[in-house]
């Protein structure tokens, strides 16, 4: 079954009815009724599968998916032109352009965790570039991949656009299929086994993975201000964001505060009582709660730690003076779960960061612009945001990816249509002015050499001087001077 909707796909795109803009456009559009039309069953599936509540799903899911399917409507026909390159001596006369052009069949794997904002998301970079995509949606979010596989067929072209559910088993079917591109949200063991068989086709990949994000408070900040947007971003999601802030590096001296103020911000946004509250999430299932209880081993508890199983309910919780050997530190927490660790200095905190793997995100909280754009020149993560959390998730002009452990490529805007499609360099000649050329043919001589040299290593500055006087000029040059040369 998955092969012959792989098949499937890769029969529609041959067609080339997705190569049209005005095609692409349609879908998008029709993508864009369905998120809107749908909100209800799409909201029912993400409270059912994490207890997300009726705001929580906009706020956190399909707001972002209309920002970025209305973005690509707008500018798709930009995206897609031929693109101008800078010329040389030698390019002057000729047509010289980048034409982007669709991979193929591109394979999307979501995540549970945000299971629309993460497979949708890439979906909509696929679309745009003129791909055919088949739609694997995680099974752990079960209610919403059922969403997924009976609406969507409904408002796209389900030949072009199938989705295909099921747990291991399915997905390990799956990827022994030809893909032009796999775009794989989730954990880095399963990522090593998608390279895996994608290296079978030489099939490249874009991997959305996470790792432990660090979150450096400076001194010199607003810590009330700070620490509201670390809660926020913590806590939101219960803890399951591949960009949440991990854990926090602060000064000893500021432990004390910083507890202090992201207690007095939890009870703010999820009342004295955050297992009674709709804003509170759950844990996904079972395994991830005992995961996560076994993380505290060890660990001194501030704030929190209530839990109960038989809801996988885990309160918002911090915990105090952890070490960097602590079992919470081995491992991305992907949970409510916070641990403080105290360093002298920006110094520490730098070392402290650049001794474990590149994360997909770093937090820096500070006043000091010289010290934030230091920390970011002296370490290295999938993007930066300074005095705020997850915010740089929604802008649309950044791409959005990892680094080393967490991730590779990237998305959103026009760098997911761009990393999801074949950027062909384009050179047009003309069969006339042969005489150029003659320093390019056999006999090689000293003198041919030299006019080589010239015309491949001079740089002229096209744009300072008139690029249509320039290049009339530069054509009588090369029409005349070397026809002349190489014609005696």
Sequence with gaps: MKQKAVDRARKAFLTGRSKSLEYRITQLKNLLRFVKERQMEISEGLKKDLRRSECGTPLYETLGLESEINLAVRNLKQWAAPRPVSKSMMTISDQVYIQPEPLGVVLVIGAWNYPWAVTIGPLVGAMAAGNAAVIKPS???SHTSKVMEDLLPLYLDKELYPVVTGGVTETQELLKQRF???FYTGNGTVAKIIMEAAAKHLTPTTLELGGKSP??????????????RIAWGKYSNCGQTCIAPDYILCDPSMQDRV???????????????????QDYGRIINQRHFKRL?????????AVGGENEESECYIGPTVLRDVKPDAKVMQEEIFGPLLPILTVSSADEAIKFINQREKPLALYIFSSDNKLIKRMI???????????DCLMHFSVTSLPFGGVG??????????YGFDNLSHLRGCLIKQLKMEG????????????KLGWARFFILKHVDFGSLGRMALLALMAVFVAVILQRYFTD
């Design 139 to 141: 099974e752990v979010s």
């Design 180 to 182: 032009d591109h796999i």
């Design 215 to 228: 979150c450096y408070i400076d001194k010199n900040c607003d810590l009330s201000i700070a620490c509201r």
């Design 259 to 277: 507890i202090e103020e992201i207690k007095k911000n939890i009870k703010e946004f999820y009342t004295e009582d955050p297992k009674k509250c």
């Design 293 to 301: 209880m076994a993380l505290l081993d060890g660990s001194t508890i």
């Design 377 to 387: 020149a002296e370490t290295s993560s999938g993007g930066v945001l300074a005095n």
């Design 405 to 414: 452990n967490s991730g590779m490529g990237h998305y959103h805007g026009k």
């Design 436 to 447: 150029v050329n003659k320093m390019r043919y056999p006999p090689h001589t000293a003198d």
